[in-house]
């Protein structure tokens, strides 16, 4: 369990001063202060501060999988080094109830010029581990990571991948009650990131506690069942992952799922077709910033034609996380194919099927071309987004293509087809 009690982190902007000064470094410090202080002996500027953290309060339940979320320097970071008690805060109180281990970065807490073994067994004491426990484990560690050719070298040749994967091998197979992890889930290569995702959905079926800051929204909703958002060190939200993530991409001009130009000057497009909205929207017809896999949703485009006589097509472009593009999607059933629209303002929708794609991030960029004769007037790409989620079991849906398998499925749709049975 973890209690955080109005937790506040300050730094200073200046850094801490030497605690041995030579007379040339006191002559100079003081020298600066004489020229940094202003009207009525303001406060030199090396001793301003600033809180990464600022009046933060939660509590984590034993076996609880609690994902942080937020923009660099949101002071993620930060948090997990006061909850990991690398740095004490400025103010408030943090009580963990329970032996804790930590992946905060990549070896930390290794001796480059112990061996991998020997490190193995450093950090297992370090854990408050008995040689004998971290004996018993230690072929299942080593195992894990997958650098059993090299567990007698040095950890000083390892490369930031190999010393990543004995890192989390190490903290995770120790079984602490609560573990800490930064961003240690985006490193390194595909294959091991699913192994890493895949142990820490058994940590936290096992009862364990585990709290992980990570930027990939897409693991938030499969790994976690709650989520704190900070931004600008503070909760600004606590909850379900699915409402965490939505209110976090409501915030990012550049992701969210609903654009709009009031004025058409700074619209794209040009002097023939000006795009003025696009937005993901439920059968409901409301903004959606969060889809579950296995719900339709569309892509609603609002544009307004300037001029006569062009036959204009939209188009939209679907791209998963990576940037790869998924599929084209033009407007081929309208009124208009073929005639040319006449000036005035129009709206379209794309209507998604259910069970097509897999979970994760998908932005949607915009076009629009005339083909009589061919020109492009806009073209937008990674213009909204929606996060693709697998519905919670809880929540009594319908099957997905998942099934009951719990674990990472790769591939970039994910169609739900109709099997059939019957004797050869």
């Given at each position: 369990?973890?209690?955080?009690?109005?937790?506040?982190?300050?730094?200073?902007?200046?850094?801490?001063?030497?605690?041995?000064?030579?007379?040339?470094?006191?002559?100079?410090?003081?020298?600066?202060?004489?020229?940094?202080?202003?009207?009525?002996?303001?406060?030199?500027?090396?001793?301003?501060?600033?809180?990464?953290?600022?009046?933060?309060?939660?509590?984590?339940?034993?076996?609880?999988?609690?994902?942080?979320?937020?923009?660099?320097?949101?002071?993620?970071?930060?948090?997990?080094?006061?909850?990991?008690?690398?740095?004490?805060?400025?103010?408030?109180?943090?009580?963990?109830?329970?032996?804790?281990?930590?992946?905060?970065?990549?070896?930390?807490?290794?001796?480059?010029?112990?061996?991998?073994?020997?490190?193995?067994?450093?950090?297992?004491?370090?854990?408050?581990?008995?040689?004998?426990?971290?004996?018993?484990?230690?072929?299942?560690?080593?195992?894990?990571?997958?650098?059993?050719?090299?567990?007698?070298?040095?950890?000083?040749?390892?490369?930031?991948?190999?010393?990543?994967?004995?890192?989390?091998?190490?903290?995770?197979?120790?079984?602490?009650?609560?573990?800490?992890?930064?961003?240690?889930?985006?490193?390194?290569?595909?294959?091991?990131?699913?192994?890493?995702?895949?142990?820490i959905r058994q940590i936290g079926q096992s009862g364990r506690t585990v709290v992980f800051v990570t930027h990939n929204l897409q693991i938030v909703h499969q790994l976690s069942q709650r989520a704190l958002w900070l931004e600008a060190g503070e909760v600004r939200f606590d909850g379900d992952p699915h409402s965490a993530v939505a209110a976090y991409l409501e915030t990012d001009p550049n992701r969210g799922s609903h654009r709009v130009w009031d004025d058409i000057a700074a619209a794209p497009g040009d002097d023939c077709v000006r795009l003025r909205s696009a937005r993901i929207v439920g059968e409901d017809g409301e903004d959606r910033d969060v889809c579950e896999v296995d719900t339709p949703f569309g892509v609603e485009i609002v544009f307004d034609v300037l001029v006569d006589g062009h036959e204009i097509v939209p188009r939209l472009e679907f791209c998963n996380a990576e940037g790869a593009c998924l599929f084209w999607s033009?407007?081929?059933?309208?009124?208009?194919?073929?005639?040319?629209?006449?000036?005035?303002?129009?709206?379209?929708?794309?209507?998604?099927?259910?069970?097509?794609?897999?979970?994760?991030?998908?932005?949607v960029g915009v076009a629009i071309q005339s083909f009589k004769p061919w020109a492009k007037h806009v073209e937008e790409s990674s213009l909204i987004s929606v996060l693709m989620a697998e519905p919670k079991p809880e929540m009594g849906c319908g099957p997905t293509a998942r099934g009951d398998y719990p674990g990472h499925i790769p591939g970039f749709v994910r169609p739900l087809l109709q099997w059939t049975e019957g004797p050869r």
């Open positions: 369990m973890i209690v955080v009690e109005h937790v506040s982190k300050r730094y200073s902007l200046g850094g801490p001063s030497p605690r041995y000064l030579t007379l040339r470094d006191t002559l100079a410090m003081r020298t600066r202060r004489l020229l940094r202080t202003g009207n009525g002996g303001s406060q030199p500027v090396g001793m301003r501060s600033f809180y990464a953290l600022r009046n933060v309060s939660f509590t984590v339940n034993p076996g609880e999988v609690v994902a942080v979320i937020g923009r660099n320097g949101a002071g993620k970071s930060t948090l997990l080094k006061v909850l990991s008690r690398i740095t004490w805060p400025s103010e408030g109180h943090v009580a963990l109830y329970g032996q804790s281990g930590s992946l905060l970065e990549v070896g930390a807490g290794f001796h480059p010029e112990l061996t991998g073994r020997e490190n193995v067994y450093l950090s297992g004491s370090v854990l408050g581990m008995s040689r004998a426990e971290v004996r018993r484990r230690f072929d299942d560690i080593v195992a894990f990571s997958g650098i059993e050719k090299f567990i007698d070298t040095p950890v000083k040749f390892y490369s930031s991948g190999m010393y990543l994967r004995l890192a989390f091998s190490v903290s995770s197979n120790l079984e602490p009650d609560i573990l800490f992890i930064d961003e240690a889930l985006g490193v390194g290569d595909a294959e091991f990131q699913r192994r890493c995702q895949d142990k033009f407007e081929v059933n309208s009124e208009w194919r073929g005639r040319a629209r006449p000036a005035g303002r129009y709206q379209a929708t794309a209507w998604l099927p259910p069970h097509l794609f897999a979970d994760g991030p998908l932005s």
